[in-house]
């Protein structure tokens, strides 16, 4: 074992503790994460992982009196970048595995629930990043240097795993900086997380519920935001079983109610309203393609003029749940 100089003896043993409770040895090997010669892979991923609570990188710590201690920089970067690694079956594994001990120590009538996220990985200084490209920022409404990265987590409302993600480049050549590497295996778990690149987000948002799903996780709802909830990926999402609570964005869609097409607005200004409660009221509409769904108005806590609208493919939830349950976002 590689000994972390810049670590207090107690911190080592808590560290290796962990590392034998959560069986990380065994996780990596069944993930194909091994090492022919030289330091272990379960000796190099330790050595990595510390790096976080060191509050160091690995640049640093080449540079450190501790450097004769430590394998050569091309160990770290070819262990993180080998193709044929599934660290996305190791990430799982670990998860569930984790996952797992909360369940052991909650009720079972406590409501679980998949997070969906959606963020901008942004490398504007990056030249030739694999697969770098111009990518939408809907928090400010730019074209960014980066990529979307999509992060799938799993929690109760108190404790919080993740389980999955996937970086997103684009899939119109003239947006890309650069191109992936040549020479990749097309069988390999590298090739494969490249060409995932180039998928349409509700795609990808799909292919990573359905990868946990296939893994042993299971929840009780979707939460997503105004990005995602759309009618074909609830549509998707239900047809396996999943009910979605998400906000939405008054994008002028249509809701049927009594056989009316209506707007949001309209829809609103249907409601009998409470002034004493942020809950303003709900209804029942159906999609314009005929999904039944159920939307809760509450007040916009910044804008106390302005309303927001959370909507739930449960028609059973009462309004109050719905709201709580949009919370453990």
């Not at 770290?76 to 120590?105: G, M």
């Amino acid at each position: 074992m590689v000994h972390h100089n810049s670590l207090s003896e107690k911190h080592e043993e808590r560290f290796s503790a962990i590392f034998v409770t959560l069986q990380i040895g065994h996780l990596l090997r069944k993930a194909g994460i091994r090492k022919s010669f030289g330091m272990s892979a379960l000796d190099v991923f330790q050595l990595i992982f510390t790096l976080v609570f060191q509050g160091r990188n690995w640049f640093r710590l080449l540079d450190s009196d501790h450097r004769s201690s430590l394998p050569g920089k091309d160990v770290v970067y070819r262990f993180l970048n080998h193709s044929r690694f599934a660290w996305r079956k190791f990430l799982q594994s670990l998860s569930l595995k984790i996952v797992q001990h909360f369940e052991s120590l909650i009720s079972a009538s406590r409501v679980r629930v998949f997070i969906i996220d959606d963020s901008i990985l942004r490398r504007d200084r990056s030249k030739k990043a694999e697969l770098l490209a111009r990518v939408h920022d809907h928090t400010t409404g730019r074209f960014v240097r980066g990529y979307n990265m999509l992060t799938l987590g799993w929690s109760d409302g108190f404790s919080f795993a993740p389980i999955d993600f996937t970086m997103l480049s684009s899939a119109k050549l003239t947006n890309r900086f650069c191109e992936m590497k040549d020479r990749l295996i097309k069988r390999s778990h590298g090739y494969k997380r490249r060409l995932e690149a180039f998928s349409r987000k509700p795609d990808a948002v799909v292919d990573l519920l359905r990868r946990a799903l296939k893994a042993g996780f299971t929840a009780d709802f979707v939460l997503m935001d105004s990005w995602f909830t759309q009618a074909p990926l609830l549509r998707e999402l239900m047809s396996k079983g999943l009910h979605v609570i998400g906000m939405i964005k008054d994008m002028k869609q249509r809701y049927v109610l009594d056989g009316k097409q209506l707007t949001l607005k309209e829809l609103y200004a249907t409601l009998a309203k409470s002034k004493k409660s942020e809950i303003l009221g709900s209804v029942i509409v159906q999609t314009a393609c005929g999904l039944p769904i159920k939307l809760v108005f509450v007040q916009n806590r910044n804008r106390r003029r302005e309303w927001l609208v959370i909507l739930s493919t449960d028609l059973e939830l009462d309004e109050s749940e719905i709201v709580r349950i949009y919370g453990m976002r």
